[in-house]
């Protein structure tokens, strides 16, 4: 089974911290994703990467930056923590399909980090 | 953007009927996807139907898709209590899923 593991399931960090979001897979996947959830909102793509030190902005990077220094494992960064960025981080790994088209197939998601930023 | 949006956003039912999510979007697609999350966890695949498929079957489910209409639903068949979770669609835009906003799925005894 593929497995998604990401570092914390809750966190809570200070208005100005420079945090860092872990998520590692063990089924060599090219493709991670860094995706936030809200409430109302439903899941948005932060970033993603499909190659080792490759990385393309999703739909909201602002305020966040990844690195992917291995193919196992893909680093979320608040570079500098605020309350707006209170929220689950959900990361998900997939295969890269055929013909560059990562979207062909499933997502493999980890569990989740609830952070609260105060 | 082609955002799946799911309807209804709330469903309540009594195990062993079933249930129906209906999920709509905009621009053509490759395929349509559809994960389950129970409460504060993460997303778990359940099926993928590619835009060629008009119907596809997995144990209690049942999906559809319908192209010409940009829709698919979703049907759980008997559902039980473990059923309960939010659902979500997905589709694909060329490398990423753009996921809609849920049905949250409530199944009493």
């Known amino acids: 089974d593929v497995k998604v593991t990401q570092s914390s399931r809750y966190l809570v960090k200070r208005t100005g911290e420079k945090v860092f979001l872990e998520c590692v897979q063990d089924m060599d996947h090219e493709n991670m994703f860094w995706y936030r959830q809200d409430p109302g909102l439903g899941l948005r793509l932060i970033y993603f990467?499909?190659?080792?030190?490759?990385?393309e902005k999703g739909d909201i990077p602002e305020g966040y930056s990844v690195s992917r220094e291995k193919k196992e494992r893909f680093s979320l960064i608040l570079e500098s923590a605020s309350t707006n960025q209170t929220s689950m981080y959900l990361c998900a790994s997939s295969l890269l399909a055929s013909g560059g088209r990562s979207s062909y197939n499933e997502q493999f998601f980890g569990p989740g980090t609830r952070l609260t930023v105060l | 953007s082609q955002q799946g949006e799911e309807d209804p956003q709330a469903l309540s039912i009594q195990e062993g009927e079933n249930a129906t999510m209906n999920c709509s979007y905009k621009t053509s697609i490759n395929n349509l996807q559809w994960y389950r999350q129970n409460s504060g966890r993460g997303l778990v695949h359940l099926i993928l139907?590619?835009?060629?498929?008009r119907e596809k079957h997995s144990g209690r489910l049942r999906v559809t898709l319908d192209t010409s209409k940009k829709s698919s639903s979703l049907l759980i068949t008997a559902s039980r209590a473990a059923d309960t979770a939010s659902y979500f669609c997905?589709?694909?835009?060329?490398?990423?899923?753009?996921f809609g906003k849920g049905t949250m799925l409530l199944v009493s005894p």
């Open positions: 139907i590619r835009s060629n498929e």
């Open positions: 997905a589709t694909d835009r060329y490398s990423t899923l753009t």
């Open positions: 990467s499909y190659d080792v030190k490759m990385k």
